[in-house]
């Protein structure tokens, strides 16, 4: 889950190692619907509409905001949730409220500070460390690079704390 176009989509095709899994676009909001992915057995990775884009009008941003509601406010069965944040935006309040959220329901949270590639690395350590002092020692905090690779083999850890391997 995570802000439109903060690469969600990519992240989930660098972490699987599949190149054109999810569909990723330069046009934010591309992923409209719920996309599952099977990870074998009764694993799955789901991709989820961004949030909180300002171009998109109100009528549509409100479906989104159901669809992910209704989706995560009913799944038994969700093992953890990767929120991507774009490192150079930060954690937004919709982010912070979502993280809260997944907790509350007792669902394990790791951030993917996306885009790091974009930053030098102490720059995008500092800007980790802030985010890690803003939520707190319960949600991990990654570096993040779907280009580079930066934080893909912690992912993959995360992932299979979560549901195996
Ligand atoms: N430099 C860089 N660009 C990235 C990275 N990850 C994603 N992008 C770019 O960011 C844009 C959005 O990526 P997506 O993966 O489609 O993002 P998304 O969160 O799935 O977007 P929506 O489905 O539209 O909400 C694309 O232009 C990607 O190429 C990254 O690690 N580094
Ligand atoms: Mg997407």
């Not at 799955?44 to 479906?63: H, N, T």
């Not at 490192?87 to 509350?104: H, T, Y």
């Not at 939520?135 to 993040?144: C, H, Q, S, T």
Request: aromatic share 8%; charged share 25%.
């Amino acid at each position: 889950m995570g802000r439109s176009n903060s690469g969600k989509s990519s992240a989930i095709n660098r972490i699987t190692g599949q190149t054109k899994l999810a569909r990723v676009s330069k046009t934010p909001g591309r992923t409209q619907l719920i996309n599952f992915f099977d990870l074998g057995g009764e694993r799955r990775l789901v991709d989820l509409p961004g949030y909180g884009f300002a171009r998109v009008p109100d009528r549509v941003k409100r479906e989104w905001r159901d669809l992910v509601d209704a989706y995560f406010g009913s799944r038994d069965s969700l093992a953890g949730l990767f929120l991507t944040v774009d490192i150079r935006r930060g954690v937004s309040a919709s982010d912070d409220q979502m993280i809260g959220w997944a907790l509350d329901l007792g669902c394990p949270v790791a951030v993917l500070m996306t885009k790091s590639d974009k930053l030098s690395r102490g720059a995008g350590m500092s800007y980790v460390m802030r985010a890690q002092g803003q939520l707190g020692p319960e949600v991990a905090v990654i570096r993040f690079s779907a280009r580079d690779g930066t934080g893909v083999d912690e992912a993959r850890q995360r992932l299979t704390e979560w549901v195996g391997s």
